[in-house]
């Protein structure tokens, strides 16, 4: 089966229990492609045939049973975003640095137990998930990413009960943590020590809303 669209620009393949896609992707215009929710998607075929895709600039890979970010897509300089989320990744590669264009990463709910130097390597990097790492704590995610300009740091559900009597100041503008049921006089310490930027723990937007 050969799938091709020469107009089309964004295909949504999630949670479709696929194995494999069809080849060749003939989508020259493709720019965002999600494929989460399918983990038996043979991957290396997947990533040969991502290869045909001369513009795409979103990436999901959501929920794809992934133990290490796959070392085709470091070559896919052109990336603007990827999510990374609900995959078992104990750590980032420090090839990520290549993706000079991504302003969008999604790493929440991986097995990450410490945020790689690699991050600060990102100089589009605008949108930071970390949600829900159990492996990560918020201090030493804040230290850091303290120098990234980035647009908002989404930290929900790390732990915010233990925090240092001195946090960096972040250069993030706006930064989600906790929960609906976190301690407010925990969240008001906080903002104290983050003068710079809106802390909030149920934000009434999603970036790019």
Sequence with gaps: ?????????QLDLRNNNLQRLPAPL??????????????????????????????LRILGLHAMNLGQIPEPIL????????????????????GLYQLTNLEVLNIA???????????????????????????????????RVAELPLEVLSARQLPLDKLPEALPTIRARELWVGDAETDLEVLDDLEGQLPYTQVSTNPTHQYGD
Excluded: F, R
């Design 75 to 94: 070559n896919y300089g052109q990336l603007m975003a990827l999510d990374l989320s609900d995959n078992p990744l104990p750590s980032l590669p420090v």
């Design 109 to 143: 709910q991986t097995q990450l137990v410490t945020l790689p130097a690699v991050v600060n390597q990102l100089p589009q990097l605008k949108v930071l998930y970390v949600d829900a790492c159990p492996g990560l704590s918020l201090s030493q995610t804040l230290e």
């Design 26 to 55: 003939d989508l020259p215009n493709l720019v965002q492609l999600y494929l989460g929710g399918n983990p038996a998607l043979h991957q290396d075929e997947t990533w040969a045939l991502l290869g045909q895709l001369p513009i």
């Design 1 to 9: 089966m050969i799938l091709k669209y020469n107009t089309l620009d």
